[in-house]
């Protein structure tokens, strides 16, 4: 419940981001909130540039360093639900030896969710500093909106 919550609210910023930059705003939108980190990765890596923003590092590096960034913030999300869920468990709970399972439960499962969460950005960092390109360096603004930009300049 609360990851979709999150990724609603994610899905409407960018929803107003990528329409401010002349991106396709409906397709990134929905993209983000039915696959979150992923979707949100890419568009933040591959959105136009409005003016004086700078881009750096190449693509590969960008979508890899936003998603270990989301995919944090998505399995904090998903930590905090299920101490929330093992809580109610513990205080539903008839006896002590129930109260011993719930908290037991609870560890194992916050556990499993940290070495989950550790893995993937281990590999999604160490894969993003081996496509970094220190040489690349995009300025805005690009795409649609630099083509606005010069037509306004020959106006």
């Given amino acids: 419940m609360w990851y979709l919550i999150l990724w609603l609210l994610i899905a409407l910023w960018v929803l107003f981001d990528a329409r401010k930059r002349r991106n396709n705003f409906i397709g990134w939108a929905i993209g983000t909130f039915l696959l979150g980190p992923i979707v949100m990765s890419i568009y933040l890596a591959k959105r136009n540039l409005k003016e004086n923003e700078v881009r750096e590092g190449g693509t590969g590096w960008n979508i890899l360093k936003y998603f270990t960034l989301y995919w944090t913030i998505s399995m904090a999300v998903v930590a905090i639900a299920g101490m929330i869920g093992a809580g109610s468990v513990f205080n539903s709970a008839e006896n002590e030896l129930e109260q011993a399972g719930a908290i037991i439960g609870a560890?194992?499962?916050?556990?499993?969710?940290?070495?989950?969460?550790?893995?993937?950005?281990?590999?999604?960092?160490?894969?993003?500093?081996?496509?970094?390109?220190?040489?690349?360096i995009e300025k805005g603004p690009t795409g649609p909106l630099a083509n606005s930009q010069t037509q306004a300049l020959q106006q």
């Fill in 107 to 136: 560890g194992i499962g916050l556990s499993m969710i940290f070495f989950m969460w550790l893995i993937v950005a281990v590999i999604a960092l160490v894969l993003g500093f081996f496509l970094k390109k220190s040489s690349v």
